[in-house]
């Protein structure tokens, strides 16, 4: 089963700056959409933003033109540079990898999570 390790999580201020990273344990970039989720408390997890194996990519509304996916093949890391930080960002962000095998057999994996706080 593909680990997944997130870093980069931490404290900032409203209109500051984090970049989330996630290392995968194999090279899973040729068949794997990597995505970012987010778990804010009293809310449900929602999907942040993903990358393809084709690199195309897509954003929740609410952090499009603020978060930007990205992956390093060679490093089997995808990573979220978020900007403009609002309180409403704050939340434990997961790193995912979903495979899709067949419309009914798809795996997904998650990463341990990273709290990401915004506050003043």
């Known amino acids: 089963q593909v680990q997944l390790v997130e870093s980069g999580g931490g404290f900032v201020q409203p209109g500051g700056s984090l970049r989330l990273s996630c290392a995968a344990s194999?090279?899973?970039?040729?068949?794997?959409?990597m995505g970012w989720y987010r778990h804010a408390p009293g809310k449900q997890r929602e999907l942040v933003a993903s990358?393809?194996?084709?690199?195309?990519?897509n954003y929740a509304d609410s952090v499009k033109g603020r978060f930007t996916i990205s992956r390093d093949n060679a490093k089997n890391a995808v990573y979220l540079q978020m900007n403009s930080l609002k309180p409403e960002d704050t939340a434990v962000y997961y790193c995912?990898?979903?495979?899709?095998?067949?419309?009914?057999?798809?795996?997904?994996?998650w990463g341990q999570g990273t709290q990401v706080t915004v506050s003043s």
């Open positions: 194999e090279n899973i970039f040729s068949m794997y959409t």
């Open positions: 990358i393809t194996t084709s690199g195309t990519t």
């Open positions: 995912n990898a979903r495979r899709v095998y067949s419309s009914t057999f798809i795996t997904n994996n």
